[in-house]
């Protein structure tokens, strides 16, 4: 299979690493030669880094090395059979780079957008075959996370929904099918792990150590949501929360913090700007957290019934299926369980009173309990 890569940056770069060890013909398209050269560098630091590792050989390195081409004119990409743009987020900047991409390429070529927010509807309206466009959303490092999104525009025939699938699968990575909404699963799922986090911060209930601290040593997450955030970076968190945010009708559940646009308004972005929610400067101390287990537990259910909650409404509305939502969350951001699989260990009693005590105290919108969780409590079932 010919496929085609648009964009040269650590994502582009990481699905082409795919791609090629897949046994691929991949052209790597960019604008910007160094940025190509770079692309081409780090790929070559990676495989160097795996076969110290011990996990490729020197010959597997030359066959995916050898499997890649690095070009910087889009005509180049017209022999594919599998275009996939991982540019900027910015729509009209999409749909620009679509619109010329089909007149190069064959009328069985299917373009895909990496896009983690943006509607694919609109994406393919830019084309002539609107038909033929899809969402193909990896997740970063793409060679390392099994997880990828597919999310089908209400234009994309069966034909190159399936052939996605197929052609994903083949590269040893496990599919989820989300529906074209904002956020499709990982992004729209993930939002309270942040924003509860954020909220409980900004009642001076406990502080960010100690929030980190109740969702690793109870939750048994990998990352806090404020380790998490100074990794991914306060500005790209924030932009992703407002837009889903804005996108869903100003729904309150996914209400931005204040205090998260205050630090990324500072250039407190976090790891990469070497300040954020902690200090990464050289000799600095992380503050400990309070080790308090009724303090911990009481974060820790709070943030969890809002993500199983966040779970249980995607599965309500038709986003995806119980296991390809579990699958995203564990696949996709590491989470320790799916969290419908959480919700049934926990009790789905237990998630809606833990929901209507919520309810209860702020008579907010943001709680409100989804109809699912109810609907399942009153017929004493579970998820799975």
Not at 153 to 158: E, K, L
Not at 208 to 234: H, Q, V
Request: glycine share 6%; hydrophobic share 40%; with cysteine.
């Amino acid at each position: 299979m010919n496929v085609g890569i648009i964009g040269s940056g650590t994502m582009g770069s990481g699905i082409a690493q795919v791609a090629a060890t897949s046994g691929c013909t991949v052209k790597l398209y960019d604008t910007n030669q160094a940025a190509l050269d770079k692309a081409k560098a780090s790929l070559e630091k990676i495989l160097n880094r795996l076969i110290e590792k011990g996990r490729i050989d020197t010959e597997e390195k030359n066959r995916i090395q050898s499997n890649i081409s690095y070009v910087d004119s889009l005509k180049d990409l017209a022999d594919s059979n599998l275009t996939i743009e991982a540019i900027i987020e910015n729509l009209d900047i999409k749909k620009k780079v679509f619109s010329e991409l089909e007149s190069y390429v064959s009328e069985d070529c299917i373009i895909a957008s990496n896009t983690s927010s943006l509607s694919i509807a609109s994406i393919a309206a830019s084309l002539e075959k609107p038909e033929r466009c899809v969402g193909i959303h990896f997740f970063n490092p793409a060679p390392l996370m099994k997880l990828v999104e597919v999310i089908p525009a209400i234009q994309t025939s069966n034909e190159v929904l399936n052939k996605s699938i197929q052609t994903i699968s083949d590269w040893k990575k496990v599919v989820a099918v989300a529906k074209d909404t904002p956020g499709f699963i990982v992004n729209r799922v993930a939002r309270p792990f942040y924003g509860e986090s954020l909220r409980i911060y900004e009642e001076g209930l406990a502080d960010f150590a100690t929030i980190d601290y109740s969702l690793k040593s109870l939750g048994g997450f990998r990352m806090g949501p404020f380790e998490l955030m100074d990794f991914i970076g306060n500005d790209v968190n924030y932009t992703v929360t407002e837009t889903v945010f804005t996108a869903f009708y100003f729904d309150p559940r996914y209400k931005p913090a204040f205090t998260q646009k205050r630090f990324a308004e500072a250039g407190y972005l976090g790891r990469k700007s070497g300040k954020g929610y902690y200090d990464y400067s050289e000799g600095a101390v992380k503050p400990e957290p309070t080790k308090d287990a009724v303090l911990s537990e009481a974060i820790f259910n709070r943030v969890l019934v809002m993500l199983i909650n966040e779970a249980a409404d995607a599965l309500f509305l038709n986003i995806a299926s119980a296991e390809d939502i579990d699958n995203a969350m564990t696949k996709g951001v590491n989470y320790p369980k799916g969290l419908l699989a959480w919700a049934d260990e926990k009790g789905i009693d237990w998630c809606v009173s833990k929901l209507d005590e919520l309810y209860n105290e702020y008579h907010e919108d943001r709680y409100r309990c989804s109809p699912l969780l109810r609907k399942m409590n009153r017929g004493n079932k579970t998820f799975f």
